[in-house]
Nanobody, 124 residues
Framework: EVQLVESGGGSVQAGGSLRLSCVVS????????MGWFRQTPGSEREGVAS????????YYADSVKGRFTISRDNTNNSVVLQLNNLKPEDTAMYYC?????????????????WGQGTQVTVSS
């Protein structure tokens, strides 16, 4: 069974930083795409960042460009999201997602595997 386990969420003040990590287990090949989505109550899940396997090709939502950085370790199917200069509007549940097919991007329906989520709360 494929499992994604996230860690690193928490509460910070505006301008602070957090580092989210996600590790895939139960899958012996390299995931084609890994990414992060976020969701607030009553809103749809939105793509934050994603990264293509074996390359440095990344995708970012406009709202996080220049503040968030996604990276991955292809040897162990893990991905990290560095969140800098956090704003109150970044408050959400953050979900790690993985897909074993291309293309990458922010179409959540192309990601077959999901973590349970980790809460990020930013206070003003």
């Amino acid at each position: 069974e494929v499992q994604l386990v996230e860690s690193g969420g928490g509460s910070v003040q505006a301008g602070g930083s957090l580092r989210l990590s996600c590790v895939v287990s139960g899958y012996t090949s390299r995931m084609a795409c890994m990414g992060w989505f976020r969701q607030t109550p009553g809103s749809e899940r939105e793509g934050v960042a994603s990264i293509r396997s074996g390359s440095t090709i990344t995708y970012y939502a406009d709202s996080v460009k220049g503040r968030f950085t996604i990276s991955r370790d292809n040897t162990n199917n893990s991905v990290v999201l560095q969140l800098n200069n956090l704003k109150p509007e970044d408050t959400a549940m953050y979900y790690c997602a993985a897909s074993n097919t291309f293309p990458c991007g922010f179409n959540m329906y192309r990601f077959a595997f999901w973590g349970q989520g980790t809460q990020v709360t930013v206070s003003s």
